[in-house]
């Protein structure tokens, strides 16, 4: 069974610095979509970033950027130059590429607070 | 567009009551899925329509559970009769097309006291 695992309950950050968020994953696929959410307090979820398993190069979104180990099955999110917006539930998730179900697999969730 | 959207927001019942969860997808959107998250845990898979059918239920956790989706529209998720572990935030998300990002709605809270 497929498990994604976020072992930072919660991160701190103070605005314009930069924070890792670590998210570690296992299955037994090849091919699957790595996401990182991001649920502002009382406001819908929203995809910060995706990568594709096959992909070597890293994604980036802007001010998000991912640092994807695929031997160590690792995937964290790093938020650089962050902002007071940027304070949210981080979730962690993965979906096999191949088969016929679309599900998302989540971690737990980190909560990153973002101080002036 | 209107994103996906969730009826009630919060939610407090008796244990042993009935509580009918709402969910209206993005339009357009043939894939609607629910999932649910107990404080603290990560957030687990209920199930998957496409359209009005069911295409995984996997993740519903027993019988007192029933998902429905009339139409291939909105759909609906009936606790009945609830039980005190069924506290936690249920999540609708829909997507365009099997493989399309998941878009999801505000949760709705449900509490069983």
């Known amino acids: 069974a497929q498990t994604v695992t976020q072992s930072q309950p919660e991160m701190s950050v103070q605005e314009a610095e930069t924070v890792t968020l670590s998210c570690t994953y296992d299955?037994?696929?090849?091919?699957?979509?790595l996401f990182w959410y991001k649920q502002p307090p009382s406001r819908q979820m929203i995809l910060v970033i995706r990568?594709?398993?096959?992909?070597?190069q890293n994604a980036t979104e802007n001010r998000f950027s991912v640092n994807f180990q695929k031997a160590a099955k690792s995937f964290s999110l790093k938020i650089s130059d962050s902002q007071l917006g940027d304070a949210a539930m981080y979730f962690c998730a993965y979906r096999p590429m191949n088969t016929g179900f679309q599900k998302l697999v989540f971690g737990t969730g980190t909560r990153l607070l973002v101080s002036p | 567009e209107a994103g996906v959207t969730q009826f009630p927001s919060h939610s407090v019942i008796e244990k042993g009551q009935t509580v009918t969860l709402r969910c209206d997808p993005i339009?357009?959107?043939?894939?609607l899925y629910w999932y649910r998250r107990v404080m603290g845990k990560e957030i687990k898979f209920l199930l998957h329509?496409?359209?009005?059918?069911?295409?995984?239920e996997s993740g519903m956790p027993n019988n007192r559970f029933l998902a429905e989706r009339t139409g291939g529209t909105y759909s609906t998720l009936k606790v009945q009769p609830a039980e005190l572990e069924d506290s936690g935030v249920y999540f609708c998300?829909?997507?365009?097309?099997?493989?399309?990002?998941?878009?999801f709605g505000p949760g709705t809270r449900l509490t069983v006291t």
């Open positions: 329509f496409v359209k009005e059918s069911k295409q995984d």
């Open positions: 990568q594709e398993a096959y992909k070597q």
């Open positions: 998300a829909s997507s365009q097309g099997l493989w399309g990002e998941q878009y």
């Open positions: 339009s357009g959107h043939d894939n």
């Open positions: 299955t037994s696929e090849s091919d699957y979509y």
